[in-house]
């Protein structure tokens, strides 16, 4: 899927606004490739992938494009 970053917190996470979707998508630092959560910028475009957790979906094999 594709997205663009929406918010990063300081606490090593952040949310990404998917395109054709209304409700943003959290991902976790620890689920970035090929770049670190330090090197991203709110505006970014990313590719994802999505995956089920116990709070609901979330963004993972996160890769900026």
């Known amino acids: 899927m594709n997205g ?3 918010t990063l917190t300081e606490k090593g996470f952040g949310f990404i606004t998917r395109e054709g979707e209304a409700k943003d998508l959290f991902f976790h630092s620890k689920e970035l ?3 670190t959560f330090e090197e991203l910028k709110v505006g970014d475009a990313v590719t994802f992938e999505v995956a089920d957790s116990e709070k609901g979906p979330n963004a993972i094999n996160v890769s900026r494009v």
């Open 4 to 6: 663009v970053i929406k």
């Open 33 to 35: 490739k090929g770049v």
